[in-house]
């Protein structure tokens, strides 16, 4: 059986913030959107505002996905409104 690889403490992810290499999967395929973790945390929240699903943050190169708990906690450091 395969191990998975432990999830990033939230000061790993705050230090990952300006990193390029990430992907925001939203299920629409026709707007796809890859940049900084930053940037997608900062997209990702402003769907959540608008009432839609945040979406699922993807590390390109090495399959590292944030869920909506690491999102929120990406989103109080940012200082964007929960």
Partial sequence: MKKDKPKPSR?????LLPTKGWHL???D???PKNGTLEELARAAH???TKGQT????KKLEATLELDLIHLQQLWEYM????
């Fill in 11 to 15: 000061d790993e992810l705050i230090a």
């Fill in 25 to 27: 999967d939203t299920g």
């Fill in 29 to 31: 395929k026709a707007a």
């Fill in 46 to 48: 402003a769907r959540h």
């Fill in 54 to 57: 945040a979406g699922l943050i």
């Fill in 79 to 82: 200082g964007l409104p929960m």
